[in-house]
C-alpha cells in the first residue's frame, strides 16, 4: 500500500500570512494513464470533509484562489497565499493512482496564532 | 440541491450488524464512484470501501473485507454499507462520498459505535 506522509502534523499560523503544508508519497503517483491522482481535502471542526484540490493543483468548484496545489512524482505541496480565520482545520492529502487501497495522509492541523 | 444523507448508524454490540444508508438528492449515483470512509474518534480520515460508477467493481479495506458489502440501488438513487460481525475498532463517524474528476460531495456522517 502506498504510505502518504505528511507535515508539518500541526501549523500554528497567522492571519493573512502564507501556509504550506507537504504531503510525500512512498512512491511514484503518476498513473499509466499519465494523470497524478493526488488529491487534498480540508475538514473545518465539526464538519464533514470537503475536496479542495484534484489532481494535484485543479481547484473544486467554490473553493478560494488562495488555495493552490503543486508538486509530482511523490512530491505535494498544498499553499495558503493569505490565511483566513475559515480556513482552520485539518488538512488531509490522498491518493488514488495506486488503488485500492485509496490512502489518506495523517493530517495536518491548521491553526490561528 | 445535491445532497448526500447518511443514516443507519448507532450503537451495536461486537459481533452484531448494521446497514447504512447514503439516500441522495440533485445527483445520480451512476454517474460517479462512490465511497464509503471512515473517521474513528479523534482520528483521521480511512478509506473503508468503494464501487465503480458503473457498477462493475467493489472494492474494500483489508480491515473490513469479508466483513463488510458496499451495494447500491440505482432506482431509489442510494448507497449502502452493510456491516457484519462488527468490531469495537469500528467505532467512527462513517461518511459516504460521490467523486469524480471535477466534483465531489460528502454526507453529513452516521456514528457507528460497537460496544458491549
Known amino acids: 500500500d502506498v504510505v502518504m506522509t505528511q507535515s508539518p502534523l500541526s501549523l500554528p499560523v497567522t492571519l493573512g500570512q502564507p501556509a504550506s503544508i507537504s504531503c510525500r508519497s512512498s512512491?511514484?503517483?503518476?498513473?499509466?494513464?499519465?494523470?497524478?491522482?493526488l488529491h487534498w481535502f480540508q475538514q473545518r471542526p465539526g464538519q464533514s470533509p470537503r475536496r479542495l484540490i484534484y489532481?494535484?493543483?485543479n481547484r473544486d468548484s467554490g473553493v478560494p484562489d488562495r488555495f493552490s496545489g503543486s508538486g509530482s512524482g511523490t512530491d505535494f505541496t498544498l499553499k495558503i497565499s493569505r490565511v483566513e480565520a475559515e480556513d482552520v482545520g485539518v488538512y488531509y492529502c490522498?491518493?488514488?493512482?495506486?488503488?485500492?487501497?485509496?490512502?489518506f495522509g495523517q493530517g495536518t492541523k491548521v491553526e490561528i496564532k | 440541491q445535491v445532497q448526500l444523507v447518511e443514516s443507519g448508524g448507532g450503537v451495536v454490540q461486537p459481533g452484531g450488524s448494521l446497514r447504512l444508508s447514503c439516500a441522495t438528492s440533485?445527483?445520480?449515483?451512476?454517474?460517479?464512484?462512490m465511497h464509503w470512509v471512515r473517521q474513528a474518534p479523534g482520528k483521521g480520515l480511512e478509506w473503508v470501501a468503494s464501487?465503480?460508477?458503473?457498477?462493475?467493481?467493489?472494492y474494500y479495506a483489508d480491515s473490513v473485507k469479508g466483513r463488510f458489502t458496499i451495494s447500491r440501488d440505482i432506482s431509489k438513487n442510494t448507497l449502502y454499507l452493510q456491516m457484519n460481525s462488527l468490531r469495537a475498532e469500528d467505532t467512527a463517524v462513517y461518511y459516504c462520498?460521490?467523486?469524480?474528476?471535477?466534483?465531489?460531495?460528502w454526507g453529513q456522517g452516521t456514528m457507528v459505535t460497537v460496544s458491549s
Open positions: 490522498m491518493q488514488g493512482t495506486h488503488r485500492p487501497p485509496w490512502t
Open positions: 489532481k494535484v493543483s
Open positions: 462520498e460521490g467523486r469524480s474528476d471535477a466534483f465531489d460531495i
Open positions: 464501487i465503480r460508477s458503473d457498477g462493475s467493481n467493489k
Open positions: 512512491q511514484s503517483l503518476v498513473h499509466s494513464d499519465g494523470n497524478t491522482y
Open positions: 440533485g445527483f445520480t449515483i451512476s454517474g460517479y464512484g
